[in-house]
Each structure stands twice: as C-alpha cells, then as structure tokens.
C-alpha cells in the first residue's frame, strides 16, 4: 500500500483539507506500479508506505519513487533491485524546430514547458513511466533523447542510493509487526497446547504473541504473530524448547519442582523433570537437603550427565559444573564386616535313603472338620 499526501500548504497554497485529488490519486499510483514489482515475491506482509509532501518544487511523485525506495531498504525489506525516479522536460519553438529536454525539472518549466515525462527504474530497465504532453505531438528523436537522458539521471539516484544503503538490513527493524511459520511432528501438537490449553494461553499471557497451530496433513502448522522483535522471539524460543530433545553433557537453566531426602527434582526443558541427586549437588558431602540450601521455585544450572535408555529419566548434576576441589577423593561404598572364619557354611549333611513309608500309602481319610478343641493343660 503507498499512501502519497499532497497537502495544499506543500505549494504555499491557503485552501480547507478535503477529498483527495485526481493529481494525488494518479501520481500516487505512479510511485506504486515503479515500486511494488521490486518487492520479493516471497514477502509474508502487507507493506505501507506514507510519503507526505511538505514542500514541492520538482516531482514529488519521483521523491516519492526514491525516498520510498530507501525505506524499504532501511526497514530490511529484501528489494529485488533498488527503484529511482527522474522527471524530464520539454521546451520547444513553433513545429518542433529547436527544443531542449530537460531533466529534474522544477515547477516553473513543468508549468511553461511542453512536456512532463516521468521515468522509474532499475540499473536494468523501467518498471513504470507517466507523459503529460501539451503539444500536438512529438517526434521519435526527441522521445529517444528524452529516455536517454531519464536513464542517465536514474543511474546517478541509484549511485547515490547504493552509496547510502548498499543493501537491506539484515533484519526488520524491532519495532515492525512480525509473522513467523513453523512446522512440528504431530507428536509435539498437545504438549505445546497443554491441558485444556494451558500451555498455548501461558505462551501468549507472557510474550505477548499470538500463537495458532493446526494439524495438516500430519503436521503442526504453528504461526505466531506479534507486535514487535522482542514478542516474536520470545515466543518462538518457548515452542522451540518445547519440541526440542534433550541432550547430554548440555547445560540448562532450570526451576526446582520438588525436593525429597535424597534430592530435588528440577524442570530443566518444559514438560521435561530430571533428578538432582544430594551428591550431584556439590563436591562437598551433604547429610541432608537442607544443607544444599535448595527450595522449591529456585532457578539452578545443570547438566545432563545421563539419561536412561530404558525408562528415558534424566539425571542432572549441578557439581559437574563446578570446578574440581584440588586432592578430591570419591568416597568408596562402605563394605560390610568380615565373613567368620571358614569363608563358607561347612560340609553340608551326608545324604541318605529315607525310611520306608507307612503301610497305606496315603495320609488317610480326611476328618469331617476340626472336631472340639482339646483343652490345654493349665485349663484342666
């Protein structure tokens, strides 16, 4: 969108501020057809340039051009090529017998001159051009010159350009509105949702940007929006640790969930807990968690020094990150007293054939329940 104001103060004139005119619709729309095909076709915005004209004694439609160019560039807009702008004159006797072209002409020789031809384009061609002729017409010769002499001019603007922005930034300007696509494995849709959304709305309560995810074709189609850099980006790196895999010998920053007798648990990555043992705590021994000085809430850094293939749990170690005390011994598993003399149980019992079984073969009948409890001898 290019929004081109001409005010009435811009050429001293003293007139009340209505409608806008056929002049600024038309010179407006000049100044967007020589711009908009050198924005890049992959642009995921809608872009507004505002050329307010304070003062005009020239072209402001080819100020416009130019001054429009340079925002695009300023803003980190990724122009195909940069657009310039130049407007020729014409001033000739009676049946085109002697004439002069003009270049950058001022208000005084577009009023009394005999043309107004306005060029826009790269360093390879046009991309827009607008004629006001106040002749019968003109001949080929004079239009040849006139086009030679508009790319002259535009190649000294586009020096000049160049001179000043020899390329886009590297990156939108903090404060522009910005959109950011990702796509995730289907695995990752409900963890960055959360129960009943928990996690979405927490994104969007703490940055401030505006995250919707859909699954299409198997995948998370997430896209994020925001009214900044600093909201954008915040939000990106909490979907990014969500879906990201731990790994090991790296180092997170932390909150401490719980603490047990033997030691805390912390939630290094979102949704991901691993166990702080007390002795992965410091090199020092400590004879309870209250000696770590640890509480719940606390923000620590760890790293992952294992995770288990079989239940995938992860145990973190704050010590690993400290420096090793000089002469420092690992404490060896206390053994158990010595085994009593002999080092085993003996001989075991010499075997031999059991006693012939009771005539019968069985046990007997069995009685038809116990029968009356036989009393003790201390009751008789």
């Known amino acids: 969108l ?33 711009l908009k095909r050198m924005l890049p076709d992959d642009l995921p915005y809608t872009v507004r340039i505002v050329s307010d004209i304070l003062e005009s004694n020239g072209s402001s439609s080819m100020a416009t051009v130019c001054a429009g160019c340079l925002a695009l560039l300023d803003a980190g807009v990724k122009m195909k090529k940069p657009v310039a702008g130049i407007a020729m004159g014409l001033i000739t006797d009676e049946g ?3 004439h002069a072209v003009l270049s950058d002409i001022l208000g005084d020789e577009d009023h009394l001159g005999d043309m107004d031809f306005k060029v826009t384009g790269t360093v390879d061609g046009i991309t827009a051009t607008q ?8 001949p080929y010769e004079i239009l040849e010159q006139a086009l030679r002499q508009a790319k002259e001019g535009r190649l ?16 939108y300007k903090p404060h522009v509105p910005r959109i950011v696509a990702m796509t995730v494995d289907k695995e990752f849709i409900g963890a960055i949702i959360g129960k ?5 709305q927490g994104i969007q309560e703490t940055t401030g940007a505006t995250v919707t995810i859909d699954e299409i074709d198997g995948k998370g189609e997430i896209e994020i ?6 909201c954008i980006d915040a939000a990106v790196a909490r979907i990014k640790e969500i879906i990201a895999v731990p790994e090991l010998d790296k180092v997170y920053t932390g909150k401490v969930r719980s603490i047990l007798e033997f030691g805390a648990f912390v939630e290094f990555m ?3 807990d691993g166990l702080l043992h007390i002795s992965e705590i410091s090199w020092d021994r400590l004879e309870s968690m209250e000696a770590s000085g640890l509480h719940e809430g606390d923000e620590v850094t760890v790293k992952l020094i294992e995770i288990d293939k079989k239940t995938g749990k992860f145990r973190l170690s704050m010590r690993a990150l400290q420096e090793k005390p000089e002469g420092y011994e690992e404490r060896r598993p206390e053994r158990r007293g010595p085994r009593r003399e002999g080092g085993d149980r003996g001989p075991r019992r010499e075997g031999g054939p059991r006693g012939p079984r009771r005539e019968g073969g069985d046990r007997g009948p069995r009685h038809e329940g116990r029968g009356p409890r036989q009393p003790r001898h201390d009751e008789e």
């Open 2 to 34: 290019l929004h081109y104001n001409f005010p009435a103060f811009s050429t001293g004139e003293a007139r009340p501020q209505r409608g806008i005119s056929r002049r600024e619709i038309g010179h407006g729309n000049l100044a967007h057809r020589a």
């Open 270 to 272: 979102p949704g991901r």
């Open 225 to 230: 929006s925001a009214a900044n850099k600093e």
């Open 96 to 98: 085109n017998v002697k």
């Open 131 to 138: 004629m006001d002729i106040k002749c019968d017409g003109l």
């Open 156 to 171: 000294h603007i586009l020096k000049i350009i160049n001179e000043t922005i020899p390329a886009p930034r590297e990156d």
């Open 196 to 200: 009943g959304g928990e996690v979405i």
